[in-house]
């Protein structure tokens, strides 16, 4: 029996991730001689076709599955992907871009123009909130020819090329997908891309087994023969996987905050937060403004001044991360520090409450609220259970309801909430990743990572507006100064952190985060050394 065929039958036993330990000698070497790659996943992802879903988990697994037309270096410099060169006019209306002529679809198809006019075009448009927006900005998707591609502009649009990352427009296969029900196509169980890596199996509750596609189009790609994507729910097993080698990669959060130090300094491991620079991650608790009392600006301020944000960087997050102002991060463009800080006092909160005529009852509570835990994790869930301590300072109640990825999502898309946190990512410029969660006419009922808090200020939209299609970057400052002010003052969420990620990883791996997309990347650089 190959090496790779019994790490196979064991990942598929169930059990809890001995499936290595005696077979290979030595506490870091869970990569078989032929250069196969053991890594985790956690939460499993619901489905594995990255145009339909963009949750962390999906983008994690089906970013070596799916390509988009560029991808960009650890500065946000664009870097080619499925477009070999591209060309902007001078009036910043015109994107042309070149494409490769040698890559396939998993199936053996060829790629063309068509598939992306198809995907920008069509597809993405009806089922990707962030496409849809990026896209419905055009005037005209053409394919002069079949390896070029022409987006022109109704307006200037300064962060255009960014939309091209490849959770941001994922292309899809125009021969599988044109002219069917997307969401219910029978090839979504078999994800088609035109990555370095192809689905070989999915045993769901067990592991995706990812391995090499060999018509790649990139000469010497991928240097990895197979990715196995071990499913483990228990924090504590995936911890236990990294220190003994049995996994050679953690990311996101498949591990702990307070494990982080202590399995960083494991021997042959070594830690990095590259590589989510395009992501910039913010967290925060979001609150459902159509419900009663949180539709109050003073309601959501005095919960502000309930919370101890530094205590959460420092005792839950254990140092990764900051302590966010606002909307933007500071480590994205056009983000403004001059805003209302809100520092920890209980006796604000208090008073806010009093002038709002929430008086305690007999027991000392003056309203009870529900908060949604987001499966994520174990970090989640302390950020949870801190918020129902903290809001009990003023006599706010919190039930909390736990539920599991499916049913988050459907919860929160749904509007079917009081409170819950999330994160969201910034993806490198405001009008990318910050607009969405605040402009009104991105309030979509069953659409997640949308505004589903529900604010509106028509304020607001006009300042994203200008920014968005403003040519100058003072310009753009200015009007995204102005927004942040006013929302860090309504506050429609409440923002808690600039999260930071640690990628543990076999320091034997080779040019595994090679850009600003991280582990989401293709990995098709990868190798062991």
């Not at 000698?25 to 990569?31: L, R």
């Not at 998707?141 to 307006?155: G, M, Q, R």
């Not at 659409?447 to 589903?452: A, E, I, P, R």
């Not at 543990?504 to 985060?513: E, G, S």
């Amino acid at each position: 029996m190959k090496r790779r065929d019994f790490h196979k039958l064991m990942l598929g036993s169930g059990a809890a991730l001995p499936f290595l330990d005696g077979l290979l000698n030595g506490a870091a070497t869970a990569a078989t001689p032929d250069g196969g790659l053991v890594t985790l996943i956690q939460p499993e992802p619901p489905i594995l076709v990255l145009p339909l879903n963009q949750q962390t988990p999906t983008g994690t697994v089906a970013g070596k599955i799916y390509e988009s037309l560029l991808t960009f270096d650890f500065d946000l410099t664009p870097q080619p992907q499925l477009a070999k060169s591209w060309e902007v006019s001078e009036d910043g209306l015109t994107y042309t871009f070149h494409l490769v002529e040698t890559a396939k679809w998993h199936d053996g198809t060829a790629f063309t123009a068509a598939d992306v006019v198809f995907s920008c075009d069509v597809m993405l448009k009806e089922v990707h909130p962030r496409a849809r927006a990026n896209f419905d900005r055009c005037d005209s998707i053409t394919a002069p020819d079949d390896y070029t591609v022409v987006f022109t502009l109704k307006e200037p649009f300064a962060p255009f090329l960014l939309a091209f990352e490849a959770s941001s427009a994922p292309i899809a296969p125009k021969h599988i997908y044109g002219g069917t029900d997307y969401r219910n196509n029978p090839a979504n169980d078999t994800p088609i891309g035109t990555g370095p890596f192809k689905l070989t199996e999915w045993a769901r509750g067990a592991y995706i087994h990812l391995t090499a596609f060999d018509d790649y189009y990139i000469e010497g790609q991928p240097g990895l023969t197979e990715i196995y994507y071990k499913v483990v729910p228990d924090a504590a097993s995936r911890s236990v996987a990294i220190e003994t080698g049995e996994a050679n990669l953690s990311q996101w959060n498949d591990i702990e905050p307070f494990d982080v130090q202590r399995l960083a300094a494991t021997p042959g491991m070594e830690m990095t937060t590259k590589g989510y620079e395009f992501f910039s991650p913010l967290m925060w608790y979001e609150l459902n403004l159509r419900r009663e009392p949180l539709n109050d600006k003073r309601f959501r301020k005095a919960m502000m001044y309930l919370l101890d944000r530094q205590f959460i960087v420092d005792r839950i997050l254990f140092g990764l991360g900051k302590v966010a102002t606002g909307p933007v991060a500071s480590t994205t463009r056009f983000y403004e520090p001059d805003v209302i800080l809100y520092e920890k006092n209980v006796d604000k909160a208090k008073a806010l409450l009093d002038e709002m005529g929430l008086k305690p009852d007999a027991n000392g509570t003056r309203v009870s609220l529900s908060f949604t835990i987001p499966p994520y994790g174990e970090m989640m869930t302390r950020t949870s259970e801190y918020f129902r301590q903290a809001m009990a300072a003023a006599g706010i109640e919190i039930k909390l309801i736990a539920t599991d990825m499916a049913g988050w999502a459907q919860a929160v898309s749904g509007w079917d909430y009081d409170i819950t946190s999330n994160l969201l990512y910034q993806y490198g410029d405001p009008a990318m990743g910050v607009a969405r969660t605040y402009v009104s006419s991105n309030i979509r009922k069953g659409v997640l990572f949308s505004n589903t808090e529900g604010y509106a200020n028509p304020k607001v939209d006009e300042l994203f507006a200008k920014a968005a299609i403003a040519t100058s970057d003072a310009d753009r400052q200015a009007y995204y100064s102005e927004a942040q002010k006013i929302i860090v003052d309504e506050l429609p969420v409440l923002w808690i952190s600039e999260s930071q990620y640690p990628t543990i990883y076999d320091a034997r791996l080779q040019d595994l985060i090679v850009g600003a997309t991280g582990v989401n990347g293709t990995f098709g650089k990868a190798h062991w050394g």
